[in-house]
């Protein structure tokens, strides 16, 4: 079955703008995660969706916001981007509120100029 | 709140030879514990989980890591790597149960260089 699919691959944006992007999660998987990778910082949890539903939020700024649809696909946008936001976002899925068994994605690698 | 530490931020071994990447964790609640690798341009990927049973577990590629309560520990090894092992590893760590944060925290991460 098809895996964690995060689009795009790569993307490059100017300072101040603001980026969208998706991940779709393995079928039948209710629960995606978001994360941000930096070589400073490491990986740090962003947000939890579940069913449409946000129950948990990690410690960045009102920037970054996300949203899960009815069919389980989600999206995470960062408004005025900084230098420091780049960085490589990785979702995960998984199924349903077990703490375990998340797939993650192969990550979209943003770069801010 | 729970919280991982990878003790070597980098570890150069030769082809073949045995390997153990340290991981210790914090928590207050039982936990649940992972090692995922990374290879360069890359997701992360299961090696392998502790959930509750055995403390010895074993994974893909050969590797297995032991959970050892009172150390608070959970240390990856493999008895004898490949080229194809060079990679980034990062040990992680959840609550228990269902419910809750249901978050992962991760260590710093543990770049393997296996050397011919």
């Known amino acids: 079955k098809a895996g964690v699919t995060q689009t795009p691959r790569y993307l490059i944006k100017t300072r101040g703008q603001q980026v969208t992007l998706s991940c779709s999660p393995i079928?039948?998987?209710?629960?995606v995660s978001w994360y941000q990778q930096t070589p400073g910082q490491g990986l740090q949890f962003l947000f939890e969706?579940?069913?449409?539903?946000?129950?948990n939020k990690g410690n960045f700024p009102g920037r970054f916001s996300g949203r899960q649809f009815s069919n389980s696909r989600s999206e995470m946008n960062v408004s005025t981007l900084e230098l420091g936001d780049s960085a490589l976002y990785l979702c995960?899925?998984?199924?349903?509120?077990?703490?375990?068994?998340?797939?993650f994605g192969s990550g979209t690698r943003l770069t801010v100029v | 709140a729970q919280s991982v530490t990878q003790l070597d931020s980098q570890v150069p071994v030769f082809e073949e030879a045995p390997v153990e990447l340290r991981c210790n964790y914090s928590?207050?609640?039982?936990?649940?514990l992972f090692w995922y690798v990374q290879y360069p341009n890359q997701g992360l990927q299961l090696l392998l989980k502790?959930?509750?049973?055995?403390?010895l577990v074993k994974g893909i590629n050969g590797f297995e890591a032991e959970f050892n309560k009172s150390q608070t520990s959970f240390h990856l090894r493999k008895p004898s790597v490949h080229i194809s092992d060079t990679a980034e590893y990062f040990c992680?760590?959840?609550?228990?149960?269902?419910?809750?944060?249901?978050?992962?925290?991760f260590g710093k991460g543990t770049k393997l260089t296996v050397n011919p």
């Open positions: 995960a899925s998984k199924l349903g509120t077990h703490n375990y068994g998340y797939t």
């Open positions: 079928s039948g998987h209710r629960s």
């Open positions: 969706y579940f069913s449409e539903t946000q129950r």
């Open positions: 928590s207050s609640v039982s936990v649940y």
């Open positions: 502790y959930l509750s049973g055995s403390t």
């Open positions: 992680a760590v959840s609550p228990g149960g269902q419910g809750g944060s249901e978050k992962l925290v």
